[in-house]
T-cell receptor
Framework: ELKVEQNPLFLSMQEGKNYTIYCNYS?????LYWYRQDPGKSLESLFV?????AVKQEGRLMASLDTKARLSTLHITAAVHDLSATYFC??????????FGAGTQVVVTP | GAVVSQHPSWVICKSGTSVKIECRSL??????MFWYRQFPKQSLMLMAT?????????EQGVEKDKFLINHASLTLSTLTVTSAHPEDSSFYIC?????????????FGPGTRLTVL
């Protein structure tokens, strides 16, 4: 059974500083997805990582995938208030089903 | 592209009534649609997978007779919560995969918030 662990579950960030969210998973998969969820809203796609060594960047966010270590990271550079949200990773498991991590609630304060 | 809509966006109903939620892929044909539920401060939990023209596949622990799923066309799937009770109150999110999608990405709808009184 595919298990996905995200940590930390809660991250209090100071504006201007850098932080990393980790996503570990238990079985082989070459595809991993990162999403953002604002309160009361659905998921917003951030990154699609499709192979070992994939790195994608958008603004202050950068995601990478190491399929050998079964690890993805979401790095936040110089955090700003607008990045406050819950971030989920999802791993493409069997039969095309996604297994989601528990989510990381990010709060950015001045 | 790849827009998924849900209707209604929120619904309040009395205990014992049934509620239907629609999920539509607006600009692509969806061979597979997924239904998730999300409780406050929790992650998404997959309820079932539906393929056009065939019966839905439910995850373990999800009652088939309570959560009826129909995937009648390549652009529409419906979830009916039958005889709803307060414990069914949740945020229901659907997603869809395009038949042209080679990366297996799922496109998520905006969600439906169900409150059962």
């Amino acid at each position: 059974e595919l298990k996905v662990e995200q940590n930390p579950l809660f991250l209090s960030m100071q504006e201007g500083k850098n932080y990393t969210i980790y996503c570990n998973y238990s079985t082989t998969s070459d595809r991993l997805y990162w999403y953002r969820q604002d309160p009361g809203k659905s998921l917003e796609s951030l990154f699609v990582l499709l192979s070992n060594g994939a790195v994608k960047q958008e603004g202050r966010l950068m995601a990478s995938l190491d399929t050998k270590a079964r690890l993805s990271t979401l790095h936040i550079t110089a955090a700003v208030h607008d990045l406050s949200a819950t971030y989920f990773c999802a791993v493409d498991g069997s039969w095309g089903k996604f297994q989601f991590g528990a989510g990381t609630q990010v709060v950015v304060t001045p | 592209g790849a827009v998924v809509s849900q209707h209604p966006s929120w619904v309040i109903c009395k205990s014992g009534t049934s509620v239907k939620i629609e999920c539509r892929s607006l600009d692509f044909q969806a061979t597979t649609m997924f239904w998730y539920r999300q409780f406050p401060k929790q992650s998404l939990m997959l309820m079932a997978t539906s393929n056009e023209g065939s019966k839905a596949t439910y995850e373990q622990g999800v009652e088939k007779d309570k959560f009826l799923i129909n995937h009648a066309s390549l652009t529409l799937s419906t979830l009916t919560v039958t005889s709803a009770h307060p414990e069914d109150s949740s945020f229901y999110i659907c997603s869809a995969k395009s038949r042209e999608e080679v990366y297996n990405e799922q496109f998520f709808g905006p969600g439906t918030r169900l409150t059962v009184l």
